[in-house]
């Protein structure tokens, strides 16, 4: 088991920086994969970034390419999601999630957090 728990959400202007994080506690987290998703009101949770389990790999949903960044250290069994130029449509609940694998596929990541909310306003 992996018990994940985001941190880090709030509200910000639209243009600014919020910082995520995703602390893993129980079975080593340096095993998994790890993935960022949101969901909107109203919306299906979407894929919003992934990176391996050594951290050299990474991919992005094409509405985040260029100013999200996701990143890993595995000697804090932290993940972490920079997040920059934030848009009013960012606005989300945002959950982390650790696999065995960096797939965009939410039924793939066995272990989900809480969720963290982020509010972008205009």
């Known amino acids: 088991q992996v018990q994940l728990v985001e941190s880090g959400g709030g509200l910000v202007q639209a243009g600014g920086s919020l910082t995520l994080s995703c602390a893993a506690s129980?079975?080593?987290?340096?095993?998994?994969?790890m993935a960022w998703f949101r969901q909107a009101p109203g919306k299906e949770r979407e894929f919003v970034s992934a990176i391996t389990w050594s951290g050299d790999n990474t991919d992005y949903a094409d509405s985040v390419k260029g100013r999200f960044t996701i990143s890993r250290d595995n000697a804090k069994n932290t993940g972490y999601l920079q997040m920059n130029s934030l848009k009013p449509e960012d606005t989300a609940v945002y959950y982390c999630?650790?696999?065995?694998?960096?797939?965009?596929?939410?039924?793939?990541?066995?272990?989900w957090g809480q969720g963290t909310q982020v509010t972008v306003s205009s």
């Open positions: 999630a650790a696999g065995r694998i960096r797939t965009r596929v939410r039924g793939a990541y066995d272990y």
């Open positions: 129980g079975r080593t987290f340096s095993m998994y994969a």
